[in-house]
T-cell receptor, first 112, second 117 residues
Framework: LAKTTQPISMDSYEGQEVNITCSHN???????ITWYQQFPSQGPRFIIQ???TKVTNEVASLFIPADRKSSTLSLPRVSLSDTAVYYC?????????????FGKGTHLIIQP | GAVVSQHPSRVICKSGTSVKIECRSL??????MFWYRQFPKKSLMLMAT?????????EQGVEKDKFLINHASLTLSTLTVTSAHPEDSSFYIC?????????????FGPGTRLTVL
């Protein structure tokens, strides 16, 4: 499984756009990039998944450069409720036959 | 769709007792379920993979005799922490994956907080 590196923590303010970058230099050809969000004492929630270029859904966008060695999760106009830990995972779509390997994640703190 | 529930949401027990945690996929059939453990301010750690009708596969360092997993149906997996001790206190989270879910994604339950006194 490709190892991922992301900032331990980030701060921002309500209404701002937040970009969290994840490095995954050893990503394999059939690997996807998936982001999860976790609030305290809750299970992770799937946010977005992509393979290349750009993916957008109702909550976020995911930007993946051509070399796929990194990816950026973009959260538009964050609110206080976006304070959470965000995990970047790289691997076969859905984790393949195996469970998911979570890194340390990025603790995002949104201030008023 | 793709909702996963866990029961109980929290449990407090005395040292030496056994605790059973249920994980259910409510609106899909889960051929595979996973169990994770998360200590305070730490990331999720995969404990075991549970396939319906077969024995669970445990990660290195996880005692299979202590953490009994039963995946008796396509919608239910149970984790039993046997003879629990204070060091087993943790947040236990299951995830489920069905064969026909879009993207073959895993969907997580809300977690169970276990406190062993």
């Amino acid at each position: 499984l490709a190892k991922t590196t992301q900032p331990i923590s980030m701060d921002s303010y309500e209404g701002q756009e937040v970009n969290i970058t994840c490095s995954h230099n050893n990503i394999a050809t059939n690997d996807y990039i998936t982001w999860y969000q976790q609030f305290p004492s809750q299970g992770p929630r799937f946010i977005i998944q992509g393979y290349k270029t750009k993916v957008t859904n109702e909550v976020a966008s995911l930007f993946i450069p051509a070399d796929r060695k990194s990816s950026t999760l973009s959260l538009p106009r964050v609110s206080l409720s976006d304070t959470a830990v965000y995990y970047c995972l790289v691997g076969e779509r859905g984790g393949g036959a195996d469970g998911l390997t979570f890194g340390k994640g990025t603790h995002l703190i949104i201030q008023p | 769709g793709a909702v996963v529930s866990q029961h109980p949401s929290r449990v407090i027990c005395k040292s030496g007792t056994s605790v059973k945690i249920e994980c259910r996929s409510l609106d899909f059939q889960a051929t595979t379920m996973f169990w994770y453990r998360q200590f305070p301010k730490k990331s999720l750690m995969l404990m075991a993979t549970s396939n319906e009708g077969s024995k669970a596969t445990y990660e290195q360092g996880v005692e299979k005799d202590k953490f009994l997993i039963n995946h008796a149906s396509l919608t239910l997996s149970t984790l039993t922490v046997t003879s629990a001790h204070p060091e087993d206190s943790s947040f236990y989270i299951c995830s489920a994956r069905g064969p026909f879910l879009a993207g073959n994604e895993q969907f997580f339950g809300p977690g169970t907080r276990l406190t062993v006194l």
